[in-house]
């Protein structure tokens, strides 16, 4: 103990010489705290709609009038022809075409129907995906809201009425930055303790200090301890640094127990900071501990979760998932900070993280070679 108390003071020493290690520890994760947020959410709003209208009647404009107040839709054009408005997908000027026809009014009063015919652009899928999906549903409601001034009802009617409510659990505002905030928390985490922890033996190995360490009666898993326990004591600063982000900037205050998630971050730390020290026991330049460490860290973020569900990708990615440490904490978190979960509800993620900390930091261990 005495031996491994030395050593961390060295390592501490060493860290805080470092005004840049410093910066990258705390200053990072604030800066991209506050903007990811912002970027990341799936909520499109402002999307250009061109409104081609050969009616011209009361029901047209009553349409049109419900599609932009509906805070979504930017009327960028009003026009009658067609092939304007599609100059302007063309341009990327435009995101939809809405086309009622001459007959839309006369139709729907005679025959109680009438056609609507909805241009999207679709290079931007993910934006023509939902942006065609508002408009469908803002014209289903303009729909009922026609049916119903038509229908007149007797004062007593034999028939059923069912009202259908619904409420949303664990986020009732549907709030898109509660369900990102954690996972993006997870992330940093991960690239402050993965990245740093890589390129720490390795430049220990450039700047030829390895050898003196080699030299010593140190023992091997004393180093990797050496080595292990300052960045997880700086990763709990970071995560701490991140909750008080989210709730001066954002408002968002976990459901669940602090203590949970502590202790999950715990473990999950050791399996990260163990990947990032067994890195570097394999590169021999930063340079090389850089570029595995970041080929990992996209890999990880991508099928991770965070962006995309991971029930929707195919079998085979959902099997890579299962090796993909970060897809446990961002689920962990989410659970905790949004559903208020427990030590035992996340009973089988601690058992998973924790094979994941024995098992790299064991084979960091065993790969780094003492030479004398």
Same mark, same amino acid.
Do not use: C
């Given at each position: 103990?005495?031996?491994?108390?030395?050593?961390?003071?060295?390592?501490?020493?060493?860290?805080?010489?470092?005004?840049?290690?410093?910066?990258?520890?705390?200053?990072?994760?604030?800066?991209?705290?506050?903007?990811?947020?912002?970027?990341?959410?799936?909520?499109?709003?402002?999307?250009?709609?061109?409104?081609?209208?050969?009616?011209?009647?009361?029901?047209?404009?009553?349409?049109?009038?419900?599609?932009?107040?509906?805070?979504?839709?930017?009327?960028?054009?009003?026009?009658?022809?067609?092939?304007?408005?599609?100059?302007?997908?063309?341009?990327?000027?435009?995101?939809?075409?809405?086309?009622?026809?001459?007959?839309?009014?006369?139709?729907?009063?005679?025959?109680?129907? *009438?056609? /609507?015919? =909805?241009?999207?652009? @679709?290079?931007?899928?993910?934006? +023509?995906? &939902? $942006?065609?999906?508002? %408009?469908? !549903?803002?014209?289903?409601?303009?729909?009922?809201?026609?049916?119903?001034?038509?229908?007149?009802?007797?004062?007593?009617?034999?028939?059923?009425?069912?009202?259908?409510?619904?409420?949303?659990?664990?986020?009732?505002?549907?709030?898109?930055?509660?369900?990102?905030?954690?996972?993006?928390?997870?992330?940093?985490?991960?690239?402050?303790?993965?990245?740093?922890?890589?390129?720490?033996?390795?430049?220990?190995?450039?700047?030829?200090?390895?050898?003196?360490?080699?030299?010593?009666?140190?023992?091997?898993?004393?180093?990797?301890?050496?080595?292990?326990?300052?960045?997880?004591?700086?990763?709990?600063?970071?995560?701490?640094?991140?909750?008080?982000?989210?709730?001066?900037?954002?408002?968002?205050?976990?459901?669940? *127990?602090? /203590?949970? =998630?502590?202790?999950? @971050?715990?473990?999950?730390?050791? +399996?990260? &900071? $163990?990947?990032?020290? %067994?890195? !570097?026991?394999?590169?021999?330049?930063?340079?090389?501990?850089?570029?595995?460490?970041?080929?990992?860290?996209?890999?990880?973020?991508?099928?991770?979760?965070?962006?995309?569900?991971?029930?929707?990708?195919?079998?085979?990615?959902?099997?890579?998932?299962?090796?993909?440490?970060?897809?446990?904490?961002?689920?962990?978190?989410?659970?905790?900070?949004?559903?208020?979960?427990?030590?035992?509800?996340?009973?089988?993620?601690?058992?998973?993280?924790?094979?994941?900390?024995?098992?790299?930091?064991?084979?960091?261990?065993?790969?780094?070679?003492?030479?004398?």
């Amino acid at each position: 103990m005495r031996t491994l108390r030395f050593l961390l003071q060295k390592e501490f020493r060493q860290i805080f010489r470092d005004p840049s290690i410093l910066r990258i520890i705390f200053m990072m994760p604030a800066i991209q705290l506050l903007v990811l947020p912002w970027a990341a959410d799936y909520e499109i709003k402002n999307i250009n709609l061109s409104v081609v209208d050969k009616d011209h009647s009361t029901y047209s404009r009553q349409l049109i009038s419900k599609i932009t107040a509906s805070g979504y839709f930017h009327l960028d054009e009003y026009t009658s022809s067609y092939k304007q408005a599609l100059q302007r997908i063309e341009l990327d000027k435009s995101d939809l075409v809405l086309e009622i026809p001459a007959s839309f009014e006369r139709n729907l009063v005679k025959e109680n129907e *009438s056609e /609507l015919f =909805i241009s999207v652009n @679709a290079i931007n899928g993910t934006k +023509a995906n &939902l $942006g065609g999906a508002y %408009l469908r !549903s803002i014209i289903n409601d303009y729909n009922r809201e026609v049916r119903l001034k038509w229908i007149q009802l007797p004062r007593l009617s034999p028939e059923l009425n069912i009202a259908v409510t619904s409420s949303n659990w664990f986020n009732p505002f549907m709030n898109y930055k509660i369900f990102m905030v954690p996972g993006i928390i997870v992330l940093l985490l991960t690239m402050v303790g993965a990245n740093l922890a890589a390129l720490n033996i390795v430049k220990e190995k450039e700047i030829g200090t390895i050898e003196q360490m080699n030299v010593t009666p140190v023992k091997k898993h004393e180093f990797i301890l050496a080595k292990l326990i300052p960045f997880w004591v700086l990763g709990l600063v970071v995560l701490t640094v991140g909750f008080t982000i989210a709730r001066v900037a954002y408002g968002i205050i976990p459901t669940g *127990s602090f /203590l949970v =998630i502590y202790g999950f @971050a715990a473990i999950y730390l050791l +399996a990260v &900071l $163990g990947l990032g020290l %067994l890195l !570097s026991t394999y590169a021999a330049t930063q340079q090389q501990a850089m570029l595995i460490s970041f080929f990992m860290m996209m890999i990880f973020i991508l099928m991770g979760g965070l962006y995309t569900s991971i029930e929707s990708m195919p079998k085979w990615a959902q099997w890579i998932t299962r090796f993909n440490p970060v897809s446990y904490f961002i689920e962990v978190m989410r659970m905790v900070v949004l559903k208020g979960s427990g030590f035992a509800d996340i009973q089988k993620h601690l058992l998973t993280m924790l094979a994941f900390a024995v098992t790299l930091n064991g084979w960091a261990i065993i790969n780094y070679k003492k030479r004398a």
